[in-house]
Each structure stands twice: as C-alpha cells, then as structure tokens.
C-alpha cells in the first residue's frame, strides 16, 4: 500500500496553516523541514516538543526529519558538523520518527574516501538515538549520480536511501536506469518531476517516469 507523506512548507511557512493543508488533502503524514520560516535543524528542544505536541491533537505524524545534514562542503569543521547531526537526531526521537533525509556533501568529488568516512562516523551518531539517515541523490552533493548513489550503498553499510527522479533528471541520469538500479535499495520517493529542460512539472508531465515508479511501487 502506498502512503503519500507531504512536505508541508511548500504550502505555507506557517505551522499552522501547514497543518490546514494536510488535513485539506487528507494526508496525515509530513516530511518536516521548515516551520515557521525556522529550518527544522534550528529547532530546539523545547519548540520541538510543542510542534509535536500540536501535530498530534491533529492528528498528523511525522514520517521524516527533512533535515540539510550533509548540505555541507567536505572540508567543513567535520567534529564541530556532529553537534548538529547528533541535535537533529534528538529532535527525530521528540517528534517519534526514525527517519532523517540526509546528504553527502558539497565539492566531494576527489574525496570519496572522506566521503565514505564521514558518514559512518554520522551513523554511529545516528545509532545512540536509534534513528535511520536516509541519503537523498542530489545534484551537486556526491551522491548526486546512479553510481556514486551505488557505490555509497555498497561501502556504507547502516544507510537507508531516498529516491528522487527530478533531482536525477537534473544530473542528466536516465531515469530508466536508475529506477531499475536503485528501486531495490530505496526507502521512500519524492514524488517530483521535471521536463526536457530541467523545469519542475506536475508529476507525470515530465521525463522522471513517474507513472512507472508508481506501477513498481
């Protein structure tokens, strides 16, 4: 069965009228990312638990942290970087999801070996809080491509993987290819789509293939 899941700050900044959304769609999942105009990674504790809380009394769970860990360049403080990773862990145990969407770092790709380093020393982060990181193909990140995204699975063992048909149209990967690669190994889609010239469309007016990712699914 599928369950459809919303990034609800792409309707409003407002918590509250992201919540007016969902319900108007009837759907009672969300992605978090921004909440009133705050990333969630510059959430605290204390703000967390009462986002949580409302989300609750309406009804309406949070499936993934739709965090930026990892939108970051290679040759960030990496130490001083863990702070942030270990807080968005703490934040996924408040809002009673194990899912973290995740990235694998800016202007990395000479540097595969730290690459791979540096997100087993996120998923030790990760496993004191018994939360998943959930790597999204993005252009630009290392793993923006079918065979960095496969070669990231097979070194890096603890990560789950996030499936975006855009974001592949727009590394100029056959979405084809990559559907029949790296279905096996993806935890969830993004259900987004672009044209011939990497233009965001409705889903399924594009080239991502979405009409046939959902006939797999």
């Known amino acids: 069965?599928?369950?459809?899941?919303?990034?609800?700050?792409?309707?409003?900044?407002?918590?509250?009228?992201?919540?007016?959304?969902?319900?108007?769609?009837?759907?009672?999942?969300?992605?978090?990312?921004?909440?009133?105009?705050?990333?969630?990674?510059?959430?605290?504790?204390?703000?967390?638990?009462?986002?949580?809380?409302?989300?609750?009394?309406?009804?309406?769970?949070?499936?993934?942290?739709?965090?930026?860990?990892?939108?970051?360049?290679?040759?960030?403080?990496?130490e001083e970087y863990l702070k942030k990773v270990e807080h968005i862990c703490k934040l996924a145990n408040i809002f009673q999801t194990r899912r973290i969407r995740m990235f694998s770092f800016f202007h990395a790709y000479e540097k595969s070996n730290v690459v791979m380093e540096r997100l087993r020393k996120m998923i030790e982060v990760a496993n004191k809080y018994d939360v998943v990181l959930c790597h999204e193909n993005e252009k630009s990140i290392y793993g923006d491509t079918i065979e960095r995204v496969l070669e990231i699975y097979e070194t890096v063992k603890g990560l789950n993987f996030v499936y975006d048909p855009a974001n592949y149209v727009q590394c100029y990967q056959d979405c084809n290819e990559a559907l029949e690669k790296l279905y096996p190994i993806t935890d969830y889609f993004h259900i987004k789509d672009v044209d011939e010239t990497e233009q965001l469309v409705p889903s399924g007016y594009g080239i991502g293939r979405i009409r046939e990712l959902i006939n797999k699914i």
């Open 1 to 78: 069965m599928i369950k459809l899941c919303a990034f609800s700050d792409e309707y409003s900044n407002s918590l509250d009228k992201q919540i007016e959304g969902l319900k108007k769609c009837n759907i009672s999942l969300m992605e978090i990312r921004n909440v009133d105009g705050k990333n969630i990674a510059d959430i605290d504790e204390k703000t967390a638990c009462e986002i949580y809380e409302k989300l609750k009394a309406n009804g309406i769970s949070v499936w993934s942290i739709g965090s930026p860990i990892g939108k970051v360049d290679i040759d960030c403080d990496f």
